[in-house]
Every structure is written in C-alpha cells, then in structure tokens.
C-alpha cells in the first residue's frame, strides 16, 4: 500500500517540479528506500552546433588589434569556442520501479562518443512527461515535501498558490489566507 502510494505521488510530482533540486534528492531517497531496481539505460542527447560562430571563433566580436589588424581570437560567447552549442551527451540512468511506474535515476553522464554494451537499452533524447495537470502535479510534490522535506514544504507552500481550494492542501492554504488577513 505504502509503494504504491509513494509511486503515485512521485510519479505525478515528477513532472516538471519547480524546486528541482530539493525535489530529486526527495526522489533518490524514495527510490532507494521503497523503490525496486529494474536494469540500466542509456540516455543520448545528440550534439547542436553553435549556429552564432564558424568552428568557435564568434563572426560578430571580432575585434581590431592593437597594429590595426583583425583579431581572429575572440572566442564566441555562445559556444565558448568549441563550436558546440550543446555538446553530445550520454548519461547513464538506473531503472526503477515504485508501485506501478517505473522512473528513472541519473547515475554518470559522459561526453562525446563513447563505448557501449550492445544490450544496454539507448533512450534517444528527453523522457517526456506529458498529460498530467500541473494541479495535481503541485499537490503531490507538496505532500512529499511535508513528509520528506519540512523546510523545503514551508518556503514551497509559501510560494505557490494552489487553482483548487477544495483538496486538503488548497484548503489549508485558503485557511492560512484568511488567518493572515484577519490578523493584519
């Protein structure tokens, strides 16, 4: 009952939370605690080339030199002269499963080409996280705040306002509202 309540709710905060850092540590320690290790994934994020410079050297800031000539050495501030926009990415991610969904921890991330086991499954590009209404997806970081993270629950509640004032946390944040306006 506890996994796949904590699945529920992990799985619908997941999605886009706004105190990210604070967030995935709570997500770490769930997934160790109550979570179920499936396999190993790779997750490759193709380069992008930095379309403001040629080869790293920015076209536009090219800068006269001290004897009249063009300085060719002015690094782009796009790319910071590698060329690259973004860099090709590969991060290796652990599987694992909580309740009925499955999420998914990054362990190491690595750049450029690399070498890998032909059995490991390859996710091209981002886990997209779709459909769920980001309501819900704020009442469920909040729980998991107040259970996991106190300090982190009271700067969070402080902060969002909640659309619907008719579940437990809307409610007592409406609450809290007309506490405080009675007061001042």
Not at 86 to 104: A, P
Request: glycine fraction near 8%; proline fraction near 3%.
């Amino acid at each position: 009952m506890m996994r796949r309540l904590l699945g529920f709710l992990l799985f619908h905060a997941n999605h886009n939370p706004e105190y990210k850092e604070e967030f995935y540590a709570i997500k770490r320690t769930i997934l160790k605690r109550w979570g179920t290790f499936i396999d190993y994934e790779l997750q490759h994020f193709t380069g992008v080339r930095c379309n403001r410079c040629i080869s790293g050297i920015d076209e536009y800031s090219v800068a006269w030199g001290d004897d009249d000539e063009l300085n060719y050495d002015a690094s782009c501030y796009a790319c910071g002269g590698t060329g690259w926009y973004k860099e090709e990415r590969w991060v290796l991610l652990k599987k694992s499963k909580l309740g009925r969904y499955v999420f998914h921890t990054p362990i190491s991330s690595a750049y450029g080409d690399i070498e890998h086991p032909i059995t490991i499954k390859v996710i091209e590009g981002y886990i997209s996280h779709t459909g769920i209404p980001s309501q819900k997806n704020r009442e469920c970081a909040l729980l998991l705040f107040l259970l996991y993270d106190y300090e982190s629950f009271k700067n969070y509640f402080e902060c969002v306002m909640l659309d619907n004032c008719f579940t437990p946390l809307g409610m007592l944040q409406r609450l809290k509202f007309k506490f405080e306006c009675l007061n001042s």
